[in-house]
């Protein structure tokens, strides 16, 4: 069966340091992967896309990676700040959806 | 300022009743979608509308119906055959099929069944 499996634990981390989320999936075979933010009781925002033939991606402070032979991804998030503190998803895309992880949840300290 | 609004954010109903969800956009997006999101669990597709007059079952409709009456409205009708409708709903828009677009996401509606 399908599946996408991100970290399974919260990640608290301290401010300043660099946080890292995966996101690995099993029968899947996308041809884009996207990270959205979601904070407590609102709607998801995009942040970045990376496309199969891409190795990674660049966003002021964020950077994903898209391996396809580990079928895996990592998002990073440098230098991070309390306001970095939010829910991570993975979301990967076919040819007319996108299926969802269940998210990582982010904390930074100050 | 352009958008997706959903309305109301939060609802309640009793057992045996159907309930709209509204969701709207002003962004000219062609396709609008419908997710379900539960504690603990990604974002399940309920419908998919590509355009106007057409729309599409996604992993998780039974119990669901929409319309695509215009492009800009996409609304959700939670039905009694629902077995378990309490859940954060989501409407998103995109230009077109999510394979190369981001998705624009309303704020959500939260359905309590009492």
């Known amino acids: 069966s399908q599946k996408i499996e991100q970290n399974s634990e919260a990640l608290n981390i301290q401010e300043g340091k660099t946080a890292t989320l995966t996101c690995n999936y099993t029968n899947y075979s996308p041809a884009y992967l996207q990270w959205y933010r979601q904070d407590p009781g609102r709607g998801p925002v995009f942040l970045l896309l990376?496309?199969?033939?891409?190795k990674e991606k660049r966003k002021e402070r964020l950077k994903v990676t898209f391996d396809t032979t580990l079928k895996q991804s990592l998002f990073h998030i440098t230098a991070s700040q309390p306001a970095d503190s939010a829910t991570y998803l993975c979301?990967?895309?076919?040819?007319?959806?996108?299926?969802f992880g269940a998210g990582t949840t982010v904390t930074v300290r100050a | 300022d352009g958008g997706i609004t959903q309305s109301p954010k939060y609802l309640f109903r009793k057992e045996g009743q159907n309930v709209t969800l509204s969701c709207e956009q002003n962004?000219?997006?062609?396709?609008m979608y419908w997710y379900r999101q539960d504690p603990g669990q990604g974002l399940r597709l309920i419908y998919y509308s590509q355009i106007v007059n057409d729309f599409q079952k996604g992993d998780i409709a039974e119990g669901y119906s929409v319309s695509r009456e215009k492009k800009e409205s996409f609304p959700l009708t939670v039905t009694s055959a629902q077995k378990n409708p309490t859940a954060f709903y989501l409407c998103?828009?995109?230009?077109?099929?999510?394979?190369?677009?981001?998705?624009?996401f309303g704020p959500g509606t939260r359905l309590t069944v009492l």
């Open positions: 990376i496309r199969e033939n891409e």
């Open positions: 979301a990967l895309a076919d040819d007319y959806k996108l299926s």
């Open positions: 998103a828009s995109s230009i077109a099929l999510p394979l190369n677009n981001e998705q624009f």
């Open positions: 962004l000219n997006h062609d396709a």
